[in-house]
């Protein structure tokens, strides 16, 4: 394998001694040898271009040089397993007594940026809800329960987890178990959320109707004695549970003819965007879904920017410039 042009012969045989020592000594994988051999190469030449041996470089080169390759298009993810073959090979050169700093110790990648949440539009998000599927031939009595949790789930921006965890009513025992429960008559639900706690969620009149017409067929199925309070339960009559939710949510919204499936987080995604770009309330939006920071919360704001954005795109006669004729 080709050393790094341009560096001295006695930085050409440091690099050398290195990649022996991670085939022979240490028995690496071909294909981690070769990557080090290409991350070494890189090192090489931006040590080269800057004027430096290898043993002279220190944290600032590095910092540098790591903001040119992400200039350059290199993602964070790719910068990171750079550095790592970087400073394995300087923790090596310490250890063989050729340098007395590891300059790649406290340098990091830059941080990946955070992917959007995928959210439905609007009438994509109405589309799932108002669909009906005994139109297709499926059971009544799984269309009205799978019918209120998409109702729960985009309506009040339920959790899988929370969802799956309500009862039917407020007990001790749903108390004692960290569980949730719906009351319509205040046409609110009480969820147990992530760290314990507890946070009341409205029930839009849609959801709340769902819900009627689930509990009026509900009992057609027995529930067990570790069920009987659970709002949602399969035909076995035991509570469904996070997985069985995601798994008929999906069929569901195949059926309903949306062009890719959806799982639960999507319409909570779903539900925080469609309120933001209402309101524009993002305290309120976090409030309704629980989150403990702020921050978490301005994600969201990304999505509404984006649907801002393309309204523009669409509707404003200086959004997009006219095609120079050639």
Known sequence: MA???????????LVARYLAHVRVEKRLATRTVTLYTLDLQKLGELAVATGLGLAAVRPA???????????????????????????????W?????????????????PKRARPLPKALG?????????????????DPWLNARDAAMVELLYGSGLRVAELAGLDVAASDAAVHAGRGWIDLSAAEGQVQGKGSKRRTVPLGHAAAAALQRWLAVRGQVVARDDAAGALFIGRRGTRLTAQAIWQRLRQRSLQAGLATP???????????????????????????????????????TRLD??????????????????????
Request: hydrophobic share 40%; charged share 20%.
């Open 3 to 13: 050393e790094p042009s341009g560096l001295s012969v006695d930085d050409q045989a």
């Open 61 to 91: 080169h590095v910092r540098r040089w790591v903001a040119q390759l992400h200039a350059g298009g290199r993602s964070g993810s790719g910068i990171a397993r750079v550095l790592s073959g970087w400073r394995g090979f300087y923790a």
């Open 93 to 109: 050169l310490g250890r063989e007594g050729c340098i007395d700093l590891n300059p790649v110790l406290d340098v990091r990648a």
């Open 122 to 138: 609007v009438d994509e998000a109405m589309q799932l809800a108002d669909h009906d599927g005994t139109r297709a031939g499926e």
């Open 262 to 300: 959806v799982h639960p987080h999507v319409l909570r995604h779903s539900f925080a965007s469609h309120v933001l770009q209402s309101s524009g309330d993002l305290r309120a939006v976090q409030e309704l879904l629980g989150h403990a920071s702020i921050a978490t919360t301005q994600v969201y």
């Open 305 to 326: 920017f984006q649907h801002l954005a393309k309204a523009y795109d669409a509707a404003h006669p200086r959004a997009h410039r006219k095609k120079t004729q050639g």
